[in-house]
Every structure is written in C-alpha cells, then in structure tokens.
C-alpha cells in the first residue's frame, strides 16, 4: 500500500509483476523519466547526477505545459522610434509550448541584422532550399521570437580519475539563457505586398488556425515585415497569445482557443486603427477590401454607418445588419458571449453572406439610457446595405417594379420632426461603434420569470418630498410644475427628487433640477427624465461639496448658489470640480464668486459664461460608466395630491 506522506506517490511493483504485464503491453515506460536509485555503496559519478538533473528538468517542462504556453507578463515588442532596423522587447517572462520558461530581466533592443534566423527542421513549415539572403537585406515576413539555450562556463580544476592521468580544467556550470530569433514565415506572396499578405496571413492564423513558422521549443512574440532590412509593419498579436488554460475541442466541431479568438480581436483592433489613421477617422471603409476575415466582435468606425439614410458600408451587402443602443456597462457581457461565435469569413460567397446577421451597437452612459430609449421610436433598426451593394442585391422582379411605379416628389419633413434626428444625433457624439455576430438559432420563447412591484412606503416619500421642497421655499414653483404636469409625469418628478441625491445632497441641485423644468410649458415624463439624466450621472454631488467647503465666503453666499442654480449648467459645475486640480479650482471659485455676486440676470449670465469657458478648456476624461446610477420608482408619486 503507498502512503503519499512517507515516500513518492507511485505504487511500487515488484520485478515478477513487471515481467508479467510489460509483454501484454499494459506498462509504458518514459525515456525520460529516469532517475538514479541512491544506495549505500555505490559510486557517485557525473553520470548519475546528470541523470538526475534531466530528471527532473524534464518533469518541470511537463509541468510547464500544463498551464498551456504564452506570455505570462511583459515581452511586448515595437519598433524603434529611430534606427529602422531594431526592435525593443520589454522586460518578462512567458512559457515555450515545449514547457521551458523564458525570462528577459531587463528591457533589451535588438538590432535584426544581429539576430540569426532559426533553423527550420520540419518540411511542413513549407520549407524550400533557397539561398538565404544577407542579414542586412533580409525580406518578408518574420517571427520574432525567444527560445531557450544553455552552455557551459566557470571553468574549475578537474581532478585526476586514474594515477597517470594529469590534472586539467573543465566547465563547472551549466547557464541557462534566452535567445532571440528570428523565424521566417513561409508565405508565397511577393515582397512587394507587404500590407496585402498582413491580412491573408491574418485569415491562415485566425481563421484556419495554420501554425505554420512556430516550433514547439520557441515563444512567439511578434511577426513583422522587412524590406530589404527595413521594418514596413510590426503585428504583435499576431503570434502572440497570453497565458490561458487551452480549451480543448471536446465535441471535435472545431471551436478555436480562446487565447486564439483574443489574440484575433486585438491584432484586428491595432490594424484597424493603423488603417484609420492612414486613410482618416472619416474615410468610408468596407472590410472585405482589408480584412479576409473579422473576429466575430470587435469595434467599426463610426463612419461605416450614414446618418443621412442610415446604410452600412462596412459589411458585405447581403449581411443582415441592424443598429441598436446599449448600456456601456453592458458591451464587455455582450463581447464576451459573441466570442464564442465562429468568426466572420469576408471571402464567402454573396449567398452564404444572406444566412449572417450582425447587431452594429452604440454604447451609451447607463445614466442615460433610459431616457434615451424612452424618445426612441425602436430600441434598434435595421440597416440597409449601401446603395451599390443593394443593386446588386435586389431581385429582378423588384427592379421591374421600380420601373412601372411613378415617381413623386415628396415633402422634405423638418429634422425636428423626424424620427431619424434622435438616432442621428447619438450617431454624431461617437467616432467608434462595436459589432456583434448574433445566433441563427433564437433560443425558445418561454416565460422563465415575472416581474414583481416591490411596492414601498409611498406616502413617506412623497412627504419627504414635500418637506424638503417647503423648507427651500420652492412649495410655489413645484405647485406650478405640478399643475403643468402629466399624471406620469407627476409620478416621474417625485420619484426623482425622492432620490438620496436630491433628498439629502446640495439644495442647489434641487434649485437647479425645478429651475431647468420650469423651462418647459407643459412638463411630460420626457422633459424629466432628461432633467433626471443630468443630475444622475455617476458622481454627481461630489464635485458641489466640495464647492460648498472650498471656501466659507464662498459656501455661505446664498446669492452666488442661487445663481448657479439659475445659470442652467450645475451639472457642468459638478463635473469640473470633481476633475479640476486644487490650483485650478481654487481660481475658478473666486471667477464664481465675483462673477455671482450680483442680485440680477448679469450675474446669471456671467456665472454661466465662467462655466462654459472653464469646460471648453479643460478636457474631463470618461471612461465606462460602472457606478450604480440614481435609482427611481415610478410608483412613487402616482398618488400624489397637491399641497
């Protein structure tokens, strides 16, 4: 019986057993697993310790393969900002798919024309006996990669193993270190198409999975282009895949790694902006002139999409395109739940394309997404292929119907009172949309859940409410709002201001919020929720807290607050205190209150003119929005009575 805690967890056979099952082939032995059994008596050779070395080196790159291989930290690779041919590797660490560990302690700089090309031993890499070129006229595509070697230094004296033999020295340490390499890809394009074959090699990688040019013992950190010895293009995500446990293809249906479907979002992301920024952020791309293939999500241009008829020219025409809104917080879900999808193959044919639907999405804030999806007519549209693309895709029988219609000429309705004018506007605030492959196969229809009013004290809230609205002498101007209002409306207005931030925050935010409504003649849900959305963006009362203790002339001067809440740009003011730096705020605090001390609409209009001035200035960085937003019930107040 092994016990684990006093010896190896191997059970120990005895030298019958073992001749009675290696003939029937049910004991299988490893070269490699061999070490030497240690005995009173015996001789202690070099040998022996070797032995043992190998030992358990070849355990630890066993155990190295378990984790599946990559970049664990660092080892990113870019060209030099001045000397054409090299290249800088940042300090770090990865795993060879063999199981050996390369480690680069410092930042290193390589110049190309130093570095040997590997030696490529498997005939299926496409190798071919052609005379290498000069390391100073290298061309075509390479992989840079880091392999492992080791040699032998610090020679010691090596004493005599028999009488007459003399004393000599000999190495006594093995050093184990890390190369860098170059490996050429075997591609047949011609050296003049550098850019082209960037995409086609994109396609054998990502798509057909091609591991052509990357042996077992080497870690692959970036592929490039050389001309004559002059890097054109450097592609680090090409080959370059991050630590990850492999996912295997279980069900043989052939579902590519995930450190795979990453690498191909992030190589497809840095060719894209590389492509923006050669032909402009406004230039009107179609992928398949670029892309073979795309991941199957990943981010477009904003151009890719006309506002004016809202056609796409990004897709192939017979794709089924549509265009919707989602929360910001929500597109990292949506990415990730697309990525398990195959990707999107550019060079199918016009009717393989028709059976591919794509959902073109713009993120916006969570704090305005309600109302926004509220003054939308549909959450989504579709989106019609650019009109070339819809020629050649339209049937003969609609061709002939085009024909015998009649023209006429149609009124031009006011942006205004279009439908379209809302979709056109979020459209123009972004520069970059993302892109969704969805399912052909919806899941089943079936009720899984119910939604259930978790009802609350209503009539203790409305009573805050009112409480606070009286001890602002606001009780007039909420009545008036009141009267002007919607029943919904009525409701939509207590439930915000039943908010923690207007219930126990700034009262000049309470002012501000009855002042911007009171802008309206007739106030519907619409007009609050949009007054709602700006006092509920994600931060929103610090920055008027720290106004209010920054400087006690200041926060005591009832006349300079009231000011600021009839200057219509609070929320502004909130977001530029939050950001701006002591010096800076300091400033625009005494600009404030010189500019609001005044008891007329100048005064206003000069507090309002120092905010514009100090935001068009000052650049407020947002990334996404992931603070819980103010939260509204809209049962509150659906009983209101006016007081």
Request: net charge negative; proline share 6%.
């Amino acid at each position: 019986m092994n016990k684990i805690t006093t010896g190896p967890a191997r059970e120990k056979i005895d030298l019958a057993e073992l001749q009675q099952a290696k003939p029937q082939g049910t004991i299988i032995t490893d070269d490699r697993r061999r070490r030497p059994l240690w005995f009173d008596g015996r001789f202690l050779d070099a040998q022996a310790l070797n032995a043992e070395q190998n030992y358990f080196l070849a355990r630890q790159a066993d155990y190295g393969r378990v984790a599946g291989f990559g970049v664990i930290t660092g080892l990113g690779v870019r060209a030099h900002s001045e000397k054409a041919r090299t290249v800088v590797i940042d300090a770090g660490h990865g795993l060879t798919p063999s199981g050996s560990q390369v480690v680069l302690p410092e930042q290193l700089s390589v110049d190309l024309a130093n570095v040997a090309e590997g030696q490529q031993l498997d005939a299926s890499f496409g190798l071919s006996e052609i005379p290498r070129a000069s390391p100073f006229n290298r061309s075509g595509l390479y992989i840079v990669a880091l392999r492992t070697v080791e040699y032998t230094g610090n020679p010691i004296s090596s004493y005599p193993t028999h009488v007459d033999a003399p004393r000599t020295t000999h190495d006594g340490s093995v050093i184990e270190a890390t190369a860098v390499t170059l490996i050429p890809y075997p591609d047949p394009g011609a050296a003049t198409e550098l850019e082209q074959r960037r995409s086609h090699v994109a396609r054998e990688i990502f798509y057909e999975e091609s591991l052509k040019g990357q042996p077992e013992d080497v870690l692959p950190l970036a592929m490039l282009a050389l001309d004559h010895g002059i890097i054109r293009w450097l592609d680090m995500f090409m080959v370059r895949r991050e630590i990850a446990q492999r996912e295997r293809n279980v069900w043989g249906l052939g579902i590519s790694p995930r450190p795979l479907r990453a690498a191909h979002l992030r190589q497809y992301s840095v060719q894209l902006n590389e492509l923006q920024q050669q032909l402009g952020s406004g230039a009107r791309i179609s992928a398949s002139e670029h892309f073979p293939v795309l991941p199957p999500a990943g981010p477009m241009p904003a151009s890719g999409v006309n506002g004016d008829d809202f056609s796409h020219s990004f897709f192939p025409a017979e794709m089924d395109v549509e265009l919707s809104i989602v929360p910001e917080d929500e597109l990292p879900a949506l990415l990730e739940d697309a990525m398990l999808l195959p990707p999107l193959d550019l060079e199918l044919t016009g009717a393989a394309q028709e059976s591919t639907s794509v959902l073109v999405v713009m993120p916006v804030p969570r704090h305005q997404f309600r109302s926004l999806s509220q003054s939308l007519p549909t959450i989504s549209r579709e989106l019609p292929a650019a009109q070339p693309g819809m020629i050649a895709k339209r049937k003969p029988i609609t061709a002939l119907s085009q024909l015998l219609s009649r023209r006429r000429v149609t009124a031009m309705t006011p942006a205004e009172a279009s439908a379209d004018s809302q979709w056109r506007t979020e459209l123009s605030k972004l520069s970059q949309l993302w892109y969704l492959r969805r399912r052909n196969l919806h899941y089943k229809a079936e009720v899984t859940s119910w939604s259930v009013e978790i009802r609350s004290a209503e009539r203790e809230f409305e009573e805050k409410v009112t409480e606070r609205i009286n001890g602002l002498n606001l009780k007039t101007r909420f009545n008036s709002l009141l009267s002007r209002a919607t029943t919904t409306a009525a409701a939509e207005l207590t439930s915000f201001l039943a908010s923690p931030m207007m219930l126990g925050g700034s009262d000049a935010a309470v002012r501000a919020a009855v002042t911007e409504l009171e802008k309206a003649e007739e106030v519907d849900s619409r007009d609050v929720m949009k007054v709602a959305e700006r006092f509920s963006e994600p931060g929103f009362g610090e920055g008027l807290a720290r106004l209010e203790k920054a400087d006690e002339h200041f926060s005591g001067n009832t006349r300079v607050m009231e000011n600021l809440a009839k200057s219509g740009k609070l929320p502004e003011l909130d977001r530029l205190s939050r950001t701006l730096p002591k010096a800076e705020f300091e400033t625009l605090t005494k600009e404030l209150a010189d500019a609001g001390s005044g008891n007329d609409a100048a005064a206003v209009e000069k507090v309002s003119k120092v905010i514009e001035e100090k935001a068009g200035t000052t650049e407020v960085r947002s990334g996404p929005v992931v603070n819980k937003p103010v939260s509204f019930n809209p049962r509150i107040g659906s009983t209101l009575t006016r007081r």
